[in-house]
């Protein structure tokens, strides 16, 4: 019954897309290889391209599934993830970390570790990037196989080994140039899917006021309707579980700050921009459709909690809260908009698995590899190096599918991730920044004081030895944890051991940003100044937020 | 260049295509095609590309739809109305990467 019931016109719209995208890869590859420093190039990029390629990375399938699944399971709540969470930490990003980072010419984040601190630090950094970005590949695999579970029928299993397969075909032919263009065509795909099964949805509950009056009448109840009621420590009736001082600071501050200013994926897009101006524009640009995208993930989400009976049943796997939305695309969408919608989701799931498993062996064959294991071979071996890295981060990456497709909430599973990976290094960053004497062996201590941390607090909570709200409260409190103990044991190392001397810092720390070049004169109009861009995107979402307190 | 150690053959932390296309880029010095390559892969004319072609297909869904059909959508002509939205939105990145092609806004920035 759960089988979508597709034609030969959604598969002709499936072939369509994958035709245009591996064309690509084709074309880039043999003609225009020359031409590809227009996406990535060296520092050249108008802000609109890498701010399109900003938000593209982001909105994966996993956004969308796992956002989705949350709507259905805390109702507006969810909204936290969006006006708490990413829209403040992108304007952060752009307004006060993006001098150092691109003034600093890095091209990663480890290796701003590495200038900033000492080898240790990077070797550390980049082992535990390495870990991450293949767990992460793995649940994307994961949620691709649930996809592929309810279009065809076949078993996970099956799914993710098969998935693997298309993915590694799929990078091996159409290479990093159709990934990255794949990314951007997703994006437009999935919001063209979106958008009518939002509206159909919405439509078929009988408008917001509608869907208001059903989530009341639904397990949620009133409670699914706010964003910061219930949220007193102590008394937290709220359907996430936690009070505000977890979501303020573990996942607004800690997660979402450690997320949108440390990873290596969004921060490299902004750093190709053509001037510091366009790099500072590319998260701040970002931010303003992110505003608005919760409406299509969350709403969803909702609709589906009272129109699809017995969703995110314990028994039934086929109903779980993951699968929200494409038993919406099952429930709504006829042949045609069901196509575009499958498209849309393969494509973004083949998208998330591929930017994690390039990031993977770019990180262990550069920064691994290269410099610490077999120096000074030549370009071929290298190559051939991360050909091998690719293959195993994908073997690497069923694996780790098998630890995805053991939470019901992908979202949960990903926050726990961030909390081990993302939130150390973002307490690294921000003391390292803006405190010239945090010495080179604090990086290294802070870092994995950071992540035991994290690692403690989750294996405390599995083991019941401490309590809390739920799944997504333990994260976010993980996340303090890691952030705290990062910091504290930064500062103590720092006070006892030797600080670089200031000069190596220049370009790094707070007060010796580099000065860059001046923007050319037709770059410097008001609207695109960066501080007014930010203040108008929090700006926005502060009004957005009174409507739903 | 960043200043880290290593050989200059690749970027330290980079792309491959970073230092694909950097070295690229030293061996051409610029040119005619390169221009024409730029416009042919404008990400906007792809994007514009793709859409119109949905539209299309969608809209001759659309107006093909049987009523059981129309009636699974809540009463919506789904395909029909998505057709039309996705013909207008392919228009509109068309008709700006035509109005400011992507090689000139190089150029631009190469100067």
New interface residues.
């Given amino acids: 019954m759960l089988r979508l019931d597709t034609n030969w016109?959604d598969y002709?719209?499936l072939v369509?897309?994958f035709t245009?995208v591996l064309g690509?890869g084709f074309?880039?590859k043999r003609?225009?290889?020359?031409?590809?420093?227009?996406?990535?190039?060296?520092r050249?990029?108008?802000a609109w391209?890498t701010g399109?390629a900003f938000i593209s990375a982001n909105l994966g399938a996993l956004e969308i599934l796992g956002m989705a699944a949350n709507g259905a399971q805390y109702g507006v709540a969810t909204l936290h993830f969006y006006w708490i969470g990413a829209v403040p930490a992108m304007v952060f990003l752009g307004l006060v970390m993006m001098p150092f980072y691109y003034g600093a010419?890095?091209?990663?984040v480890?290796?701003y570790l590495?200038?900033r601190f000492n080898n240790a630090t990077h070797v550390f950094n980049a082992l535990t990037f390495a870990v991450a970005t293949v767990l992460i590949a793995g649940v994307n695999l994961y949620a691709l196989a649930l996809v592929l579970k309810l279009l065809l029928g076949w078993p996970i299993f099956l799914g993710i080994v098969v998935s693997a397969a298309i993915v590694l075909a799929y990078i091996t032919l159409g290479g990093?140039?159709s990934a990255i263009?794949n990314e951007?065509?997703q994006f437009?795909?999935i919001l063209?899917a979106l958008i009518?099964l939002t509206?159909?949805?919405l439509?078929?509950v009988g408008g917001w006021e509608g869907l208001k009056d059903a989530v009341r009448a639904s397990p949620l109840k009133e409670g699914g309707l706010h964003t910061w009621k219930g949220l007193a420590p102590g008394d937290v009736t709220n359907p996430i579980g936690a009070s505000w001082i977890p979501i303020v600071f573990g996942l607004g501050f800690v997660l979402s700050f450690g997320y949108w200013t440390t990873n290596f994926a969004e921060v490299?897009r902004a750093l190709?921009a053509?001037s510091l101006g366009a790099a500072r524009r590319t998260p701040l640009i970002g931010a303003f459709p992110k505003i608005f995208i919760p409406a299509v993930t969350i709403i969803p989400g909702m609709v589906a909690l009272v129109t699809i009976k017995g969703l995110g049943s314990e028994t039934n796997p086929d109903l779980e809260y993951n699968n929200a939305i494409p038993l919406l695309i099952g429930e709504?969408?006829?042949?045609?908009?069901l196509g575009?919608a499958l498209a849309g989701l393969q494509a973004a799931f083949m998208a998330g698995v591929a930017a994690n498993v390039?990031a993977f062996n770019?990180?262990v064959t550069?920064?691994l590899w290269?410099?610490y294991v077999r120096?000074?071979r030549d370009?071929a071996y290298?190559?051939r190096f991360?050909r091998l890295a690719t293959v195993v981060g994908i073997l690497v990456g069923i694996g780790t599918a098998l630890i995805a497709s053991g939470y019901s909430n992908i979202m949960n599973y990903i926050q726990l991730l961030f909390s081990f990976f993302n939130a150390p290094l973002f307490a690294t960053f921000i003391i390292g920044m803006f405190w010239r004497r945090m010495t080179p062996w604090a990086g290294l201590a802070g870092l994995i004081a950071g992540t035991s941390g994290a690692a403690l607090t989750h294996i405390f909570y599995k083991a019941d030895v401490i309590g809390f709200g739920s799944d997504l409260a333990a994260s976010f409190w993980g996340a303090i944890a890691a952030f705290v103990l990062d910091a504290v044991v930064s500062v103590v190392v720092s006070l006892v051991t030797q600080p670089k001397p200031v000069d190596d810092l220049q370009g790094l720390v707070y007060g010796m940003a580099n000065e860059t070049e001046e923007e050319p004169e037709?770059e410097r109009v008001w609207y695109r100044r960066p501080g007014l861009l930010g203040g108008t995107a929090l700006g926005i979402t502060f009004v957005l937020s009174l409507f739903f307190i | 260049?960043?200043?880290?150690?290593?050989?200059d053959?690749?970027?330290?932390?980079?792309?491959?295509?970073?230092s694909?296309?950097?070295r690229?880029?030293e061996?051409?010095g610029g040119g005619v095609?390169?221009a024409r390559?730029?416009d042919?892969?404008d990400?906007r004319r792809?994007?514009g590309?793709?859409?119109g072609?949905?539209g299309v297909?969608?809209l001759i869904?659309?107006i093909t739809?049987s009523q059981a059909?129309?009636d699974?959508?809540?009463g919506?002509n789904?395909?029909l109305?998505?057709g039309i939205?996705?013909l207008v939105?392919a228009a509109l990145f068309i008709a700006w990467a035509l109005a400011r092609p992507?090689s000139s806004?190089?150029e631009?920035?190469?100067r």
């Fill in positions: 016109v002709l719209i369509i897309y245009v690509i074309v880039a003609t225009v290889k020359t031409s590809l420093d227009y996406f990535l190039s060296g050249s990029l108008p391209i399109l010419k890095v091209r990663s480890p290796e590495r200038l990093l140039s263009y951007v065509l437009f795909v063209a009518p509206l159909i949805a439509h078929d490299q190709s053509k709504y969408l006829p042949n045609g908009m575009v390039s770019t990180v550069y920064d290269e410099p120096r000074g370009d290298y190559l991360g037709s | 260049m960043s200043t880290s150690s290593g050989d053959r690749h970027t330290p932390t980079g792309d491959p295509l970073i694909e296309a950097e690229a880029r061996e051409r095609d390169t390559a730029a042919l892969l990400i792809i994007i590309g793709l859409l072609v949905y297909i969608l869904a659309g739809d059909e129309i699974r959508a809540a919506i789904v395909n109305w998505t939205a996705l939105v992507l806004e190089l631009k920035a190469e």
